[in-house]
C-alpha cells in the first residue's frame, strides 16, 4: 500500500509513520494541504492519505475533486479531542487515528480503509484450472483479459496476477472505464497539459504514466468508447502516450491488464469495440467461471469473510451451523462473490447465539434464504459439476494426457497463436510445433491460428 502522510512530522506522527511502514506501506511525506494535491497531480500516486486533523481535510478533498484525484483519507491528532475527531470525519475523512498510535489499531484501520488486501481464496477445481493458467502467465509480460460475471472476483485475480509479476513491487493501477464519464476517460489516463482544455489549470499526469514500471489495469474494457480505443491501442503498440494538449510523446513500461463482464467477441461484432484492440489485450484470457458453478469455493469464502468482519466489528468469529452450510452451497448467488460478501457480513452481525444459524443469512432485501424448487436435485446438480470439475483438473489422467490438455487450452486462450503459447508454456516454437503434429497425426483437433492471431 502506498500511504502519504500530510502534516508536520512531530515526534508521535512520526511514530506512527514508522508503524504503518512495519505494516509493508510505503510511505512518502508532505506537509500541506496544496503539496499533498500536487504530488497526486505529478503523478506520486497513493492509496490513502494519512491527515493531521489540525489541517484543512475539507480543502484538501475539494481540491483533489478537482483534479478527479479520490483517495480515501484517513486523520490522525495528538490526544482525545473529540471535537476535532468528529469535524475531521464531518470533513470527509473515513477513519481517525487517535496519537500517540497503536500498532494494532494502525494496521487494522489501514487495511480497512484501504482495502488493499483482498486475498484471492478458492478450493474449487474449476478455479484452481484457472489459478493454474494464472501462475503460469503472471512472469511475462503479456497482456491478459479476465473475464467473468459482474462480482466473480476479476480485479481480485487481477491484484493476484500483478503480486505474482514481476513488476510485484511496482504500481497497481485500476482504472473503472465505465464510472468515469466518457469526456474525462481520456484526461484520466493520458493525463493533460496547462491550458489543454476548460478548467486544467496545470499539468496532470494520467494513469498510464503513474502505473509506469508496474501493471495498469483497465476494469470494465467494454465501456470504453470507440474513438478512445484507437488511442489506447497506439498506446499499447507503441509503448508511448500523448497528453491531452501535449506537444511530444511520453514512453511509458507498464504491463496491460483488462476485464470485461461483456463477450467481447460478440461486442466486436456489434461494433461496439475495436476488433485489433481486443486481439492485444487477450493474448491469454482468464475466464473466472460464475460461484454456482463453484461449490467447493462457497464455503471457503465464507469462512474467510466471516473472519474478516468478525475482526472489523470487535467480534468473535462463529462457525456455520450445518443447515446454514447447506443452503449456503445451494444458493445460485446472482451477484457471486460481492453478494456473499454482503449475507456474511450481515450474517455475523445478527448471529446471536454460538453458530452462524441460516436465519441470520439475509438476501440482500432482507429475507432469509430458500432451499429453491428442488434441495435434493439441486445437491445432485452440485456434485456432478463438482466431478466434472474436478476431472477438468487432470484427475485420474496420465502424465502424457495432462501435458495434451494443458498445450491445448494455453492454444486456445492464445487464440491458436503458436508464438504465445510456446512462450507461456516456457517451451521453443519447435517443440510446440512437433507436439501439435504428433496430436494431429493422432486424430486430435488443434486450434488453428484465428486471424491477427496467426503464427
Known amino acids: ?92 475523512a473515513q477513519e481517525f487515528i487517535p496519537l500517540p498510535p497503536d500498532a494494532e489499531l494502525i ?18 477445481p474449476s478455479m484452481q484450472v484457472v489459478l493454474s493458467l494464472a501462475d503460469q502467465v503472471a512472469a511475462s509480460d503479456a497482456s491478459i483479459l479476465i473475464t467473468g460475471e459482474s462480482g466473480v472476483g476479476k480485479e481480485v485475480m487481477a491484484r493476484y496476477v500483478h503480486k505474482k509479476s514481476r513488476r510485484a ?18 484526461s484520466e489516463l493520458f493525463g493533460h497539459e496547462k491550458g489543454a482544455f476548460t478548467g486544467a489549470l496545470a499539468r496532470r499526469i494520467g494513469k498510464f504514466e503513474e502505473a509506469d514500471g508496474g501493471t495498469l489495469l483497465l476494469d470494465e474494457i467494454s465501456e470504453m468508447d470507440v474513438r478512445l480505443q484507437a488511442k489506447l491501442l497506439r498506446a499499447i503498440q507503441e509503448r508511448e502516450i500523448d497528453r491531452v494538449g501535449g506537444s511530444k510523446p511520453v514512453k511509458i513500461d507498464i504491463r496491460i491488464l483488462a476485464t470485461s463482464n461483456r463477450d467481447l467477441a460478440a461486442t466486436v461484432k ?28 462457497v464455503l471457503a469464502l465464507c469462512e474467510h469473510f466471516v ?63 430458500s432451499l429453491g424448487p428442488d434441495p435434493a436435485q439441486q445437491t445432485v446438480a452440485r456434485a456432478t459439476q463438482a466431478a466434472e470439475s474436478a476431472s ?19 492454444l486456445v486462450h492464445c487464440f491458436g497463436n503458436r508464438t504465445h503459447a510456446a512462450n507461456i508454456l516456457g517451451i521453443s516454437i519447435r517443440t510446440l510445433r512437433n507436439k501439435l503434429k504428433e496430436y494431429g497425426e493422432a486424430g486430435v ?5 484465428q486471424g491477427a492471431y496467426a503464427a
Open 1 to 92: 500500500m502506498r500511504l502519504l502522510v500530510v502534516g508536520r512530522l512531530s515526534g508521535q506522527l512520526a511514530l506512527a509513520v514508522k508503524m504503518a511502514m512495519q505494516t509493508g506501506a510505503k510511505v512518502a511525506h508532505v506537509e500541506t494541504e496544496a503539496q499533498a494535491t500536487h504530488a497526486l497531480r505529478a503523478g506520486q500516486g497513493a492509496d490513502l492519505l494519512m491527515v493531521d486533523f489540525d489541517l484543512d481535510i475539507a480543502s484538501l478533498i475539494a481540491a483533489n475533486e478537482a483534479e478527479r484525484i479520490r483517495v480515501p483519507i484517513v486523520a490522525c491528532g495528538v490526544g482525545n479531542d473529540a471535537r476535532k475527531a468528529a469535524a475531521a470525519i464531518r470533513a470527509g
Open 107 to 124: 494496521a487494522a484501520v489501514l487495511a480497512a480503509v484501504s482495502d488493499d488486501d483482498r486475498p484471492l481464496v478458492t478450493r474449487d
Open 169 to 186: 513491487d511496482k504500481p497497481f493501477i485500476s482504472v473503472n472505464c465505465a464510472a468515469i464519464p466518457e469526456n474525462l476517460l481520456e
Open 270 to 297: 456489434a461494433g461496439g469495440f475495436r476488433e485489433d484492440l481486443l486481439y492485444r489485450l487477450n493474448v491469454v484470457n482468464l475466464r473466472l467461471p460464475p460461484l454456482r458453478d463453484r461449490p467447493a469455493d
Open 307 to 369: 473472519k474478516k468482519y468478525a475482526a472489523a466489528n470487535g467480534l468473535q468469529a462463529k462457525p456455520l451451523s450445518a443447515e446454514a452450510r447447506r443452503r449456503l452451497v445451494l444458493h445460485r448467488w446472482p451477484g457471486n462473490v460481492r453478494e456473499l460478501e454482503n449475507a456474511m457480513h450481515r450474517a455475523v452481525l445478527l448471529s446471536p447465539g454460538a453458530e452462524i444459524e441460516e436465519t441470520a443469512v439475509r438476501l440482500p432485501d432482507g429475507q432469509p434464504m
Open 392 to 410: 477438468r483438473a487432470f484427475v485420474g489422467q496420465t502424465v502424457s494426457q495432462m501435458e495434451q490438455q494443458l498445450i491445448l487450452d494455453t
Open 445 to 449: 483437433s488443434v486450434p488453428a491460428p
